[in-house]
């Protein structure tokens, strides 16, 4: 069972319960739009500061602002997830060497090579992903540079000809479609 984290504590961005789409929303999604749902990822990029563990001056304003974006997500029905991260330094990679695998533990230099949060929608097209993104509030407050970047997510559809029938199976057995 899923918790959800009710306060700021350390996180980069408020988290929220979200909607998740029901076998019948997706059907009339895809009978209203006539076009398979899209699944986008709004990446928050990582600051120095966001990397230190530290928030900006404002950050009420900028929790309030995500909070009221997030809502509107929600309510839209588009949300499917989204969260800040912790800094790099309390995370690791794991290094591949073909099959030999290496840890190595963060703090990782390059902060903006780094993402501090996330938000998952699922929408009809690229243009309301595009639209939804343009609304997303600064995600380090008030008047500070700051940049965020959106990735369409694959869908099993993207594979077709690439996994076998019962691989794909596999996956959409365990709810990745």
Known sequence: ??????EPMTLSIFRWPVRRWSEAQKFVLILNSQEQPMKFMIIVKATPDSEAGRFPPDSEKMFAEMADYHEQLAK??????GSGLQPSSKGWRIRYDGARRTVVDGPFAESKELIAGYTVIQVRNRDEALEWSRRFPNPVGGNQPAEIEVRQLYGLEDFDGLVEPGTADRFKKIGME
Not at 1 to 6: L, R
Not at 76 to 81: I, P, Q, S, T, Y
Request: no cysteine; charged share 15%; proline share 0%.
């Open 1 to 6: 069972m899923k918790q959800w984290v009710t």
């Open 76 to 81: 839209a029905g588009v949300l499917l997830d």
